[in-house]
């Protein structure tokens, strides 16, 4: 029988292919159904410790969803979410959320301040792990602070500072915080000098601009016998009680007591220990055993060859035109304005001293009158 080579060579190639086929099957290249068996399966994998997910050769690892890449591992082993070229073992480009606590290794705490360590960020963007000591703390602890909250737990168990629109706070009502001191006896205990443009105190509104001081008691504190009290190492110096009572002292230790009780007699005293030293009644009148008032200027400038004394029939044109002296308010200004004393006083003494004047003037005359008559006669009776 006469053999056909070509069709030999089909059928050789054709029964060759098959036998690989089957073979890749059984041996590990395959799945049988068009998939190697070498491959990683999207449903979970058998893996030892020669297998792994990644690259041989010098190129990097890109993952995509929508086909656009959003996680990639260089081949330098940076990774990068959301870049393509990662500058640091981990580089995001976005925002990043802890749900949970964030760890520092190798950082052990203690009950102080020491070998604590904290995150500070540098002026290049940079945070890094420091000593509390080589920096400030911002939010150091401050003491032991249990607070209740409405169901029964605890809240706050180791007080913090916290801040918010220009606030700095801490919600431990029982924190004494001390400046210059380290055992503050109250909430704020100043051991120097301290400077503010306002102070409240009390149940004063610190938002009210009532006044630069303002105190306000709760309620009457009959418990605390003075609201004000000024002292040095030596003595007291000034009080003032509850009910307005206000109590200094003078360089020879008397008191002077300034009071102003709720009846008839007097609404203002001043007094020593032995006698009244002014007194005002609640009519307005006013009691003292001496007022001395201060002057800058006194009119003797009248008896100067310079002073221009109106003639005193112009006088009497004025008084009759104006019905007041000339330089002297009128009865209205002085009603309305009220006199003062300093004043008055130099306008008095500037009207005494033109009426000298007048008075010298019209003497003058009266004497030359008197000559004229006696030289009148002399003459009657030499005839």
């Known amino acids: 029988m006469k053999i056909n080579h070509s069709t030999q060579s089909k059928t050789f190639l054709f029964f060759s292919l098959f036998l690989c086929t089957y073979l890749m099957s059984q041996n590990g290249n395959g799945n049988g159904n068009g998939q190697p068996n070498n491959q990683w399966k999207i449903t979970g994998n058998d893996a030892d410790t020669n297998n792994f997910i990644g690259t041989t050769n010098f190129q990097d690892i890109k993952f995509r969803t929508n086909n656009v890449e959003h996680l990639r591992l260089t081949k330098e082993g940076e990774l990068g979410l959301g870049t393509t070229n990662p500058a640091a073992k981990l580089d995001v480009y976005g925002n990043v959320i802890l749900r949970n606590l964030l760890r520092i290794p190798n950082t052990p705490l203690t009950s102080d301040l020491t070998n604590k360590f904290q995150l500070v960020v540098d002026a290049f963007g940079n945070i890094e792990k420091t000593l509390i000591g080589n920096y400030p703390p911002w939010n150091p602890p401050l003491t ?7 169901d029964g737990t605890i809240g706050i168990i180791n007080p ?8 700095l706070y801490t919600q431990c009502p029982s924190v004494n915080v001390g400046i210059a001191t380290t055992t503050p006896r109250v909430n704020l205990d100043v051991r120097g000098n301290a400077f503010m443009n306002k102070l409240s105190l009390g149940s004063a509104d610190p938002l009210a601009i009532e006044a630069y001081l303002h105190l306000k008691a709760i309620h009457s504190p009959v418990s605390i016998a003075k609201m004000i009290l000024l002292e040095s190492n030596e003595q007291e110096l000034l009080s003032l009680d509850y009910q307005g009572l206000l109590i200094t002292k003078t360089i020879n230790a008397e008191k002077i007591v300034i009071n102003a009780p709720d009846n008839n007699e007097s609404s203002f005293v001043i007094q020593t220990a032995s006698q009244k030293l002014l007194q005002m009644d609640n009519n307005g009148l006013l009691h003292a055993r001496k007022v001395k008032v201060d002057t800058q200027i ?6 100067k060859d310079s002073y221009s004394l109106m003639p005193i029939l112009e006088v009497e044109k004025f008084i009759e035109a104006e019905n007041h002296l000339p330089n002297i308010p009128t009865e209205q200004e002085m009603v309305e304005n009220g006199i003062d004393l300093s004043e008055m006083n130099v306008l008095l003494m500037e009207k005494i001293e033109e009426l000298v004047l007048y008075s010298i003037d019209q003497q003058k005359q009266i004497n030359q009158l008197i000559y004229q008559v006696q030289e009148l006669g002399k003459t009657n009776e030499n005839r």
């Open 298 to 303: 006194w009119p003797d400038y009248v008896f």
């Open 160 to 167: 913090y500072w916290a801040s918010g629109l220009n606030k």
């Open 144 to 150: 032991i602070c249990d607070l209740t909250n409405p």
